[in-house]
């Protein structure tokens, strides 16, 4: 897919953005900042962004997926998953965008749908869709896997 320079920086800063916050807030391993611009090129090319990566410390790996539009001047995201999996790989939560639920677990319409996140207990909360609030709650849920 060829996108124009303004559409290309665009995808540059969402993942920029996602750069900072998986370095600065989730410590990943060394070989994440050594992988990390095949991934920026690839989504320049391809109009996704994928990442899988192991967080230091708690053994956990974080997974960002993310499907990019344009409407008008703005980047749009079209489509998104966001997972945080233990060290056996089993999905701890997840964050999606997918409009397969309209409640949440006490029967509430999600606040931002179709945004929404399966907790710890696979239960569907409301979500902001925001990657900043997902990464958040990582950091709180590997702390404690470090600490406990």
């Known amino acids: 897919m060829l996108y124009n320079s303004r559409q290309q920086g665009l995808i540059i800063e969402r993942c920029w953005l996602i750069y900072e916050l998986v370095s600065d807030k989730l410590v990943p391993l060394n070989e994440f900042?050594?992988?990390?611009?095949?991934?920026?090129?690839?989504?320049?090319?391809?109009?996704?962004?994928?990442?899988?990566?192991?967080?230091?410390?708690s053994g956990h790996s974080i997974h960002i997926y993310e499907e990019y539009e344009f409407a008008e001047y703005k980047l749009v995201l079209k489509a998104y998953v966001y997972i945080l999996f233990d060290k056996a790989k089993n999905s701890i939560i997840r964050a999606d965008s997918l409009p397969h639920h309209r409640l949440d677990y006490k029967g509430h319409r999600l606040a931002h749908f179709p945004?929404?996140?399966?907790?710890?207990?696979?239960?569907?909360?409301?979500f902001s869709g925001r990657i900043e609030d997902f990464v958040r709650r990582c950091c709180t849920i590997s702390e404690n896997a470090v600490m406990g």
């Open 33 to 57: 900042h050594i992988r990390y611009p095949n991934l920026v090129e690839f989504a320049l090319t391809s109009g996704y962004f994928k990442l899988l990566v192991e967080i230091g410390g």
């Open 115 to 126: 945004n929404h996140l399966h907790d710890e207990m696979g239960r569907i909360c409301s």
